[in-house]
Every structure is written in structure tokens, then in C-alpha cells.
């Protein structure tokens, strides 16, 4: 037997909700005028003895229960908007069959429990709130010179999780120069970085990521950094990106300048025909249409990718997106045969922290950064120096934005060279 409450504005409203959840077999037991509407007490698979057993444990008086019939007493009680008496005697089941020991209720209906769980739960994260408050007084009252490390690793955008994790370890934490010198080593071994020969070897490089990251661009660089190496006929550009506007006609400007043929593909099957016709291609750079991380396409407009032999995907990501964004896009397309990362916009981003705490989580190493528009000086191999160093600079710089242009860049550039010799 399952019992069920009910709510609703008038008599008529709680019956069809009686008759939609549970069915025209639906047994009222009791109704009752409350603040706001009507209340409903309905079953289904009434058992009456189970009832009773349940009324006498509880000192409730047996009384005779007429026999009710369902179907009828919905209809009959639609055109009744008084109250209705407690219900009686349904037909009885068949005592072949198995009866539950205690009925379901399901009360997640009833306002005053709604309200009183709303505030259970608001309690529950001001407790969680002051008892972190004291943990953490008490680890400031503790360790006060683990705690500033903390505080310089958070101006650098990374989150306090990541920052206590790195500030654990550090051991000389009487020193603050050495100190800061080990937090920031420690922040360097927790950055992914792979080096650029991964993608040695004829084959193809796709690059897939987010609409308005840079991935046309970083083709073009990618692709003028291996013409320098094994000149422009060993390389062909093709795009698949067939939804913007221009997408196809940009990527034809950089074939132009770079002398190598472009291709557009706007099917799967015309990407494997054109990539069968450059089989005498040393390295074709396909560049993806780009799609929000949230966008139910996904995984249908790049599941051909993966029958692309001798392939190799690299996901680009912006440095100026936020770390929930950055993570989400991880996420997102984890599930290609991912390679590794290309991190674009540098010079555009007001902190590096998000971004090395997403790829401290992405567990995807880092190959390129690119650091400016021009093709190809601003694509540079990936060094964790030189990321954490420009982390360093950046939050500096932020200290210090009320000074002159002069002053600040000159500040950029010390602690740049100061970061250096520290995690060297």
C-alpha cells in the first residue's frame, strides 16, 4: 500500500491530481480545509487491516468503514466541493498475494517539512562556514608563515585549495625568500608541459576547442613553424568549419601568404576524401569548427575525428577565460584522444592562476603558448618557467596598477627575471 498527500488550491484540483499521480483505483482516506487549499490523504493497493493494525498500535478507536468504490468516489467527490469523511473499506486483495510490512508515504509535498528542510540546510552551511572560520584562525594563530604563502599563491589567481596543497610542502618556511622560492617550484611540478616532438612525424594535427580561442590562427603559426623546418611542400591546410562566416576565406588568407593549398570540408566523408588526396603531404593541419563546450553537438560533429589515421589533437584554450570555463572545456572534450594543450591569449589574460589550476586538473600537458597575432614569433614551445614567471608578473603588476605606465612595466620585467632565477 502506498499513501500520498495532496495539496492543491480546491477540491476539485486535489482530485485530478489524485486521479493523474494514482491512477481511478486511488482510495481517499481523509481530506481537510488547510491555509492555502485543500488537503488530500490518497492510497492505492488499500490494505484495511494494515490500516487498522496501524490506527490500534497508534489508540485510535476501531469503527465500521463502509465499502467504498473507487472509481466512483472520484467522480462522485468531483462534484462535491465540501469535505469528504474519512474513506472506508476498499475491495479486498487477494490473499495470494504478497503485502508490504509498512506503507510507503511520501510527504514531499507538505510545505511545513519543504521549509523546515530549506532551513536545516541553511543551518547547515553556517555551521560548515564557522567551523572552517575557526579551523581556520586557528591554523593562522599556528602556522603564520604558512599562511602568508597561502595568501601570495591566491594573489596569483590560483584557488585555496591548490594553494594550501602547494604551501604543505614547503619546508622552510622560516625563510620567506627560500620559502616562496619552493612554493613556487612546487607550483611549477604541478603544470603538465610536454614537449614539442610529440607531434614529430608525418601524420595529421587537429586542432579542436571552443568558438573564439584562436584556433585559425594557431594553425597558420603551427603551420609556418614547420614550412621553416621542411619548406611550404611537405604542408596542406584543411577546415572543416563550414558555420562561420569568413571561417574558410581567413584560413585561405594564411594559405595565400604561406603558399600551401587550403581545403574545405563539409562532411566527414569529404574530410576523408581530400585527406586520401594528400597522402603525399608530410603534415596536414585540420582546423575544427569551433563549439561551446556546452553544446549537445559535440560529440556528433567530432566523432569523425577519430577514424583519422595518424592523428593527433590538440585542444586550445584561451588564457583569459574563467577557471570554470577553462574546466567545463576539459571536461567537455575529454573524450577525444587528446594529445595535449595550446594556450592562447596570454597577452590578453589579467591572471594566469584559473588556467594553471585547470591544467593542473585537465591532466593534459601543455605543448604551445601563444603569446600575440603574429605568425609564427608569437607560438613558443611551452616552458613552465616562463608561465610562472609571467604568473608572478602579472600579479605584481596588479599591485602596482595605479603606478605609471612606465614604473609598471618596469616592474613587469624585474620580477620576470627575478622568477627565473628562482625556479631555475
Not at 567545463?328 to 588556467?355: N, R, Y
Not at 613558443?380 to 616562463?386: D, G, I, K, L
Request: net charge neutral.
Amino acid at each position: 500500500m502506498k499513501i500520498r498527500r495532496f495539496f492543491a488550491q480546491d477540491m476539485r484540483q486535489a482530485l485530478r491530481l489524485v486521479r493523474d499521480e494514482q491512477g481511478p483505483d486511488a482510495v481517499i482516506l481523509s481530506s481537510r480545509k488547510v491555509e492555502g487549499g485543500i488537503e488530500i490523504v490518497a492510497a492505492v493497493d488499500y490494505d484495511q487491516e494494515l490500516v487498522m493494525r496501524m490506527a490500534a498500535e497508534q489508540g485510535e478507536p476501531r469503527e465500521p468503514l463502509r465499502k467504498p468504490q473507487p472509481e466512483a468516489l472520484l467522480t462522485a467527490v468531483a462534484d462535491e466541493p465540501e469535505m469528504l469523511e474519512p474513506v472506508s473499506e476498499p475491495p479486498r486483495p487477494d490473499p495470494v498475494q504478497a503485502r508490504p510490512a509498512m506503507p510507503e508515504v511520501v510527504w514531499s509535498q507538505d510545505p511545513t517539512l519543504v521549509a523546515m528542510q530549506r532551513e536545516i540546510e541553511g543551518l547547515r552551511g553556517m555551521l560548515q562556514d564557522q567551523l572552517a572560520s575557526f579551523a581556520w584562525n586557528d591554523f593562522r594563530r599556528r602556522e603564520p608563515e604558512r599562511v602568508q604563502i597561502i595568501r601570495r599563491l591566491v594573489r596569483l589567481g590560483l584557488d585555496e585549495t591548490l594553494s594550501r596543497e602547494i604551501a604543505a610542502e614547503v619546508r622552510h618556511v622560516t625563510v620567506p625568500d627560500r620559502a616562496w622560492r619552493e612554493a613556487l617550484y612546487g607550483l611549477a611540478r604541478r603544470i603538465p608541459v610536454e614537449d614539442e616532438k610529440i607531434l614529430d612525424g608525418d601524420g595529421v594535427i587537429a586542432l579542436v576547442g571552443p568558438s573564439g580561442v584562436g584556433k585559425t590562427t594557431t594553425i597558420a603559426k603551427l603551420a609556418a613553424r614547420h614550412i621553416r623546418r621542411h619548406g611550404k611542400h611537405s604542408v596542406a591546410l584543411v577546415t572543416t568549419d563550414a558555420y562561420r562566416i569568413g571561417a574558410y576565406r581567413q584560413l585561405q588568407t594564411f594559405g595565400q601568404i604561406l603558399g600551401v593549398p587550403v581545403h574545405l570540408a563539409e562532411t566527414g566523408r569529404q574530410l576523408g576524401d581530400i585527406l586520401m588526396g594528400l597522402g603525399d603531404k608530410q603534415r596536414i593541419f585540420v582546423d575544427t569548427a569551433g563549439m561551446s563546450q556546452r553544446d549537445v553537438r559535440l560529440v556528433e560533429e567530432l566523432s569523425g575525428l577519430a577514424d583519422i589515421a595518424r592523428l593527433r589533437t590538440l585542444l586550445v584554450v584561451a588564457a583569459n577565460a574563467q577557471q570554470a570555463v577553462l574546466e567545463e572545456t576539459f571536461d567537455a572534450f575529454g573524450h577525444l584522444p587528446l594529445t595535449g594543450t595550446v594556450l592562447t591569449k596570454v597577452d590578453e589574460a589579467a591572471s594566469l592562476g584559473p588556467v594553471i589550476c585547470a591544467l593542473h586538473g585537465g591532466n593534459l600537458p601543455l605543448v604551445y603558448v601563444s603569446e600575440g597575432q603574429r605568425v609564427p614569433e608569437d607560438l613558443q614551445p611551452a616552458r613552465v618557467q616562463r608561465l610562472v614567471s609571467r604568473a608572478v608578473s602579472l600579479a605584481a603588476e596588479r599591485r602596482t596598477r595605479g603606478a605609471t605606465p612606465g614604473r609598471a612595466a618596469t616592474t613587469r620585467e624585474h620580477m620576470s627575471q627575478h622568477v627565473h632565477v628562482q625556479i631555475q
